[in-house]
């Protein structure tokens, strides 16, 4: 009698689709795979422009030696989708990649931010929703949060990892302190060929972020790094290459 052949990732599937019925009865949102197994109906142009931004972006550093991080992950949409397209282009590399945020909202206002003061508490994400996925995907080994206020986490961390280097780092705190230490930092451990990626600066929303990124312009100059945006995609607005 020939041997049965079983269909390759066949197991795995039927583990995964038990897993994740699991997980939507876990969040209480039991149409959940409905609509996540068919994003491509209900997601927006610009959502899906953002996405399509990030990966190209991605690919461009995809070589370089460094961790992912990211600065402002909110409900982690963005963190999770770099650690899911870094595990598909890279799947044995030491890379990790960390998130910071408060999950507390928007806090820290400076006289750079504008009318963007009045946005107190927005954004706030949950941790709770964010560790549940990280862990439904099995990426603990992979994604990592950091979490507090980054005035503070961000130089406790580097002083706790003198060893990191960054291939990738996405700034999206939006206000202007914060994102000042996070360039700093990032600029400071960013490999050659490294990206730096902007959110939101240079828009009118925003005024805190595009401050800090002409600021640091301004000092850097033309010299150390390559400015670039995507043609075809919102957001990010724009990003940086490091020569």
Request: charged share 25%; aromatic share 12%.
């Amino acid at each position: 009698m020939p041997e049965k052949i079983i269909e390759k990732f066949q197991r795995s599937d039927k583990m995964y689709l038990s897993k994740r019925r699991d997980l939507a009865e876990k969040l209480e949102i039991p149409e959940l795979w409905k609509i996540i197994d068919h994003f491509g109906l209900y997601t927006g142009v610009q959502t899906l422009g953002h996405s399509l931004a990030v990966f190209e972006i991605m690919k461009r550093c995809i070589t370089i030696p460094g961790h992912l991080v990211e600065f402002g992950c909110w409900n982690g949409a963005n963190l999770m989708f770099m650690a899911k397209v870094l595990q598909l282009l890279q799947p044995n590399t030491y890379k990790h990649v960390y998130g910071f945020d408060s999950f507390e909202g928007l806090q820290t206002f400076a006289a750079e931010d504008g009318n963007s003061r009045g946005s107190s508490g927005k954004y706030r994400g949950n941790e709770a929703v964010l560790r549940a996925i990280i862990d439904f995907f099995d990426m603990d080994e992979w994604v990592h949060i950091v979490k507090g206020n980054a005035l503070e986490t961000i130089p406790q961390f580097e002083k706790d990892n003198p060893h990191i280097l960054f291939s990738l780092a996405y700034i999206d705190f939006d206000l202007y302190e914060p994102c000042r230490v996070a360039l700093e930092y990032a600029a400071q451990r960013m490999a050659p060929g490294g990206i730096i990626v902007f959110d939101e600066a240079l828009t009118h929303l925003w005024p805190g972020e595009g401050q800090v990124l002409v600021e640091f312009l301004a000092e850097k100059g033309a010299g150390e790094y390559a400015m670039h945006t995507v043609p075809f995609a919102r957001q990010p607005t724009a990003y940086l290459v490091k020569k």
